[in-house]
């Protein structure tokens, strides 16, 4: 009987040799080891050697991604903790949103954008990755500095400013006045933030038949997932984004009683999906696209390194920190997050911005995360860098 090859299984043991040794690579380099995710994706992508071409099966493991991303996101923030540095964090990302959509806004005047664009783009450009200053801070060891809490404060408050801004673009799509979707939306932004106010003043409560789950450990993990995207769909429903719902419902999974542990439990499950959100997005990055439009994405890499980096060095400087605290604080929030690959998409989907504008976008972002190791160094004082640590809190 003669055997043959089963080329799926041959598929996912490309990627997952891929993923292990670009990651190895990267960890050796002690660099953030998404951009070994990313990089994995524009290989085996369709715009790269091809062996993953089901553009049906990249989107929906993106949109996957997503979900599971906003629901991991939902489940490690702690609003009391993040309210106790409120005045850095909250001040901090609000001035930040709003100089970010100023200065689009007056690049966009000029080449007569659309409001709705203007808004969208100025948010993905305002989103630093909580994820990759995490790591520059463990790597230069200025975890527990002030500089290192203000730069993780502020970008954990601007990955939670990724809810209202999906709110806002929800309304800012582009079509024809529909009096049942804004009626809908704003059941649905009322009933957000009504579960989210709820979560912030109960410090722990019960779900409904948790007594039944309480000693099962199993339905309790079917029980968050299906909280998860049961709150998608509803979200979704609503004329919101999934992401929205899903965000929502790993606060709740954080916060019950019978699923508190679920985080602890899933963070290899999150591994594995944050691999598989990254790969999705670099199996989208369209390299024809790349190689046509160097200089640009050149040029707009560079300025949204430098704006982001004053921006926020400006920012830190009016709330007191010094000169040198606040241009690394800058350099480390320079980059743009992974969240706003998810604010793209919705703008894609939406018609806010054009294919071209997509895969610049989707470039851009790419790059900024993967040269914000190097930037954040050029901008470490130096005498930080012979071993003399910055201020603790």
Known sequence: MQMTMDYNLLTVLSVFLAVFGGGLFFTRLKQPVLIAYLLTGVVLGPHGLGIITNAETV????NIGVVMLMFFLGMDIQLPKLLT??????VGTFLQIAASVLAVFAVGSWLDW????????????????????LRLLQHAGHTESKVGHDAIGISITQDLAVIPMLVVLSFLRGEDFNAALCIRQLIGTALVLGVIYKIYTAKKFSL??????????EMQLFASLSICFGAALITAYLGLSTAIGAFVAGMIVQ????????????????????ALFFLSVGMLIDMAFVR????????????????NTFINAGIL???GRSKAESLYGGALLAQISEFSFVLAAIGRQSGIISPYSYN????????????????AAWFRPKHWQKGHAPEAL
């Open 85 to 90: 540095n409120w005045k850095v964090c909250i």
């Open 114 to 133: 659309p409001t709705n664009r203007i808004v969208l783009l100025g948010f993905v450009i305002s989103l630093s990755s909580t994820s990759v200053i």
């Open 360 to 375: 610049m976008t989707i470039a851009l972002i790419s790059i900024t995360l993967m040269v914000s190791p190097w930037w």
């Open 292 to 307: 046509a439009h160097i200089p640009e994405l050149l040029l707009l890499t560079g300025i949204a390194l430098v704006t």
């Open 317 to 319: 400087r009016v709330l």
């Open 208 to 217: 409904p038949l948790g007594s039944l789950l309480r000693d099962d450990e």
């Open 59 to 62: 989107t929906w493991l993106g």
């Open 255 to 274: 916060t019950a009683k019978e699923t508190h542990w679920v985080s602890g439990r899933l963070s290899s499950f999150k591994v594995f999906l944050m």
